[in-house]
């Protein structure tokens, strides 16, 4: 296969492992705590990992949202920021950017993805539309129910199912998406949603054909296609990986055609560029129009939008890293690994690997933990004092609780431990899949959690719970009386 990716290096004794192609010039020092330690720092945050300091934290795998490492072209880039409320060159820079990378012609500037939905489910939901998409992320899914719509997920059964080989979970079921559109009537539909590596199913992606499919039922219904592009990146690898027809296709001309299969494309630029803040952009004037003045309205001028002028420089020149194989497959080639790893011991993950994270299955790594026990944020505080290596709940705590004040329950418990490209390396990764073993090994001793303090909307982010009995502290128990005082 030509491409100069990390995938296709193959190895004299068959042992597949993920090289690092870049060099490590400026580095951060990184604490590992003795489990002591660890324990407390866990307790004081409310067993909610958002709730930890990076002061506690040995490898910080929360997200690869603004954490991911910036290019030493991004960082130079920001020396020569234009600073203008208006105007300024380095806006110009960026447009050109997503002029050419994205192919879109009219792009409106916001401070990060959720500002994105912010503005657009403003502009084009009305109390009662219907939002059918792939899968829901926490904050569109909460922009939307505030301005009155409501999220329809519509994905194959294989989507949530978490042993598969299917190559795109994150695909639209095409036969649901024409049900739904015609159970509730076009009009009904502000706009069919699609999201590149699909984020909380496991980083998953959806192929250009389906894509293409969903292009077409939309035309049929007069309906917009609106792409969150936030992982763009990795989708366009996997179509590149994975579908017969794009093996051999350019990464910029599978970007440029998952663009032009939408009418509107909005993005978190902590994830698709290394940076910070987001845009939004699209080539049909009246749809631009119609955003326009919520800009500076939300974010800050239309040539700033809530960002720093040297974040928007280095913005510029991630958007063109992102068409480089070398850089988007960095962090696929790493979470393939973890994942190849864990699946050899018989650790339940998500398959196959996909962007962003490798996805533990909680709650077939803890059968004995009800999902009313929230088992993904017991795995995630459980692996954080044994490891001092965060990971992210995706499973019933990032979800809601019905009228009733029932939790709803997730379809599917996650452990998230993501792999910013580029930060972590092959060794640091070795020593999280020892310390998951190890956990698995002796998982009959953690336990559950339970809210001591729940905000009514997004309750993942400041919740704080508490463990269902005395578990965390044999947990450390045990794992002094079989590493000592190692750290
Ligand atoms: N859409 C997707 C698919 C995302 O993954 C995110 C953020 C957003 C929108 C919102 O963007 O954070 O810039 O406001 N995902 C982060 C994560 C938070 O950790 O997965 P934002």
Redesign the pocket.
């Known amino acids: 296969m030509k491409n100069n990716g990390t995938a296709p290096i193959r190895f004299f004794n068959g042992n597949h492992i993920p090289v690092e192609l870049h060099k490590v010039r400026i580095v951060q020092k990184l604490h590992l705590k003795p489990i002591d330690e660890r324990l407390a720092a866990i307790d004081e945050g409310g067993y909610n990992t958002f709730l930890l300091n990076t002061k506690d934290i040995f490898l910080d795998m929360l997200?690869d949202?603004g954490t991911n490492a910036m290019s030493d072209n991004q960082v130079s880039s920001m020396l020569h920021a234009d600073d203008a409320y208006s105007g300024s060159q380095s806006y110009y820079r960026m447009e050109a950017a997503l002029k050419e990378v994205f192919g879109m012609e009219y792009i409106l500037p916001v401070h990060?993805?959720?500002?994105a939905?912010n503005v657009i489910s403003k502009v084009f939901i009305k109390e009662g539309d219907i939002i059918p998409m792939n899968y829901h992320?926490t904050?569109?899914k909460a922009h939307m129910e505030i301005n009155g719509g409501k999220v329809l997920e519509i994905y194959r059964d294989e989507a949530i199912k978490i042993k598969s080989n299917h190559p795109f979970k994150g695909n639209i079921d095409i036969d649901k998406l024409n049900d739904v559109i015609s159970g509730y009537g076009a009009d009904k539909v502000a706009f069919i949603r699609l999201?590149a590596s699909t984020?909380l199913i496991g980083g998953q992606p959806f192929s250009m054909a389906n894509l293409r499919d969903v292009r077409k039922i939309a035309d049929r219904h007069g309906l917009m296609v609106v792409l969150?592009a936030?992982?763009i990146g990795e989708n366009a690898w996997f179509i590149k990986q994975r579908e017969e027809e794009f093996k051999n296709t350019h990464i910029k001309d599978i970007l440029l055609e998952m663009c032009d299969l939408s009418d509107l494309v909005y993005f978190?630029s902590?994830?698709v560029t290394s940076t910070r803040g987001?845009g939004i952009c699209t080539n049909n004037k009246d749809i631009y129009m119609k955003l326009r003045d919520l800009i500076p309205l939300y974010e800050g001028f239309l040539t700033y939008g809530g960002m720093s002028v040297r974040e928007i420089e280095a913005m510029a020149v991630g958007l063109y890293e992102t068409t480089d194989d070398t850089i988007i497959s960095q962090s696929p080639a790493f979470i393939e690994y973890a994942v190849g790893e864990l699946e050899k011991e018989g650790i339940p993950v998500v398959t196959p690997a996909g962007a962003?994270g490798c996805h533990v299955d909680a709650m077939g790594f803890l059968p004995h933990v009800r999902q009313e026990e929230y088992p993904a944020g017991a795995l995630a505080s459980a692996l954080f004092i044994v490891s001092g290596c965060r990971g992210?709940e995706r499973g019933t705590i990032s979800s809601e609780r019905d009228e009733t004040g029932k939790d709803i329950l997730a379809d599917m418990e996650l452990l998230r431990l993501a792999f910013p490209r580029r930060v972590f390396t092959l060794s640091q990764t070795m020593f999280l899949l020892d310390r998951i073993k190890w956990l698995y090994a002796n998982r009959d001793l953690v336990g559950g959690l339970k809210f001591v303090e729940e905000p009514p909307v997004l309750r993942f982010f400041m919740g704080r719970l508490a463990p269902v009995s005395d578990w965390p502290v044999k947990l450390a128990e045990k794992f002094r009386a079989d590493f000592g005082d190692s750290l």
Do not use: C, H, V
């Open positions: 997200t949202s990060q993805g959720r500002a939905e992320f904050t569109t999201e984020n969150d936030s992982l978190s902590r994830k987001g962003l992210m």
